[in-house]
């Protein structure tokens, strides 16, 4: 053979080597085009003007190269990158497997588990909520309450004790006094109420009626010095029209 010949033929292998290499999977050469030129792998923008990377290729240095897409995963929406299929979640530059314990399930992303109704997480396990008697479990699927009028007491439910005078509170786990008695420990206490006074809104206390004013134990009456009427609260007193508070006594403003 020729020396031409080989030259021929050691030209060609090395044409061959660079089309493999630029072939290679994730390896895209940087082309050599001209300051503004689209390069390979790329395309005129939709809108405005300029160039923008095909999907599956990102800018890097002012060429599209290839995204790199590992085993059990695709590309974005974006088309710039890539995220792991249904089941498997990223781990630095791979997909790995989610490893779903029994009664436990795929979560909506896919990329994190949960447990059934019934199981609470415990480390890499889900394990079986106890619920006792006249218990159920919430909402959650991952805890219990107790019914109505009972009581939780460390790991089970305990019948409430209602007290005369009380009934079972709005959430069926407390008991609440009767109008006209306030708690008391676990008793219901009648609110003493004293002579010109009413019970408030609550009905657990009492306020003194419009006149009267409210000491330690009883209501009275108020003393309206000169020129001076009840108050909006009907518990105080305020001066008249053209009087004003001195101490004790309404005195007339000066002009």
């Avoid at 072939?23 to 790329?42: E, R, T």
């Amino acid at each position: 053979m020729s020396l031409e010949s080989q030259r021929r033929i050691g030209s060609r292998r090395f044409l061959s080597v660079l089309f493999a290499l630029a072939c290679w999977p994730g390896v895209a050469a940087a082309q050599a085009v001209p300051a503004g030129a689209a390069p390979l792998n790329s395309h005129a923008k939709s809108h405005g003007s300029g160039w923008e990377c095909d999907r599956g290729f990102r800018l890097v240095r002012q060429a599209c190269v290839a995204v790199r897409v590992p085993p059990n995963a695709h590309l974005d929406a974006a088309g710039q990158g890539w995220e792991c299929e249904r089941g498997y979640r990223k781990a630095r530059e791979t997909c790995v497997a989610v490893v779903v314990p029994a009664h436990g399930f795929l979560a909506s992303r896919g990329t994190q588990w949960r447990c059934d109704r019934g199981y609470r997480k415990v480390g890499e396990s889900c394990v079986a909520v106890s619920v006792p008697e006249n218990g159920y479990l919430d909402t959650s699927g991952d805890r219990w309450e107790c019914e109505r009028g009972f009581r939780k007491s460390g790991s089970s439910c305990d019948a409430l004790e209602i007290p005369a005078q009380g009934f079972l509170g709005r959430s069926g786990n407390d008991w609440v006094c009767d109008r006209g008695y306030f708690k008391r420990g676990e008793s219901c206490v009648a609110v003493e109420v004293p002579a010109n006074a009413f019970l408030d809104s609550s009905g657990r206390a009492w306020n003194c009626e419009r006149g009267f004013k409210r000491g330690v134990r009883s209501c009275g009456p108020l003393e309206l010095p000169t020129n001076a009427h009840i108050s909006y609260s009907g518990n105080a007193w305020a001066c008249d029209s053209g009087y004003r508070h001195d101490g004790e006594s309404c005195a007339k403003k000066r002009r």
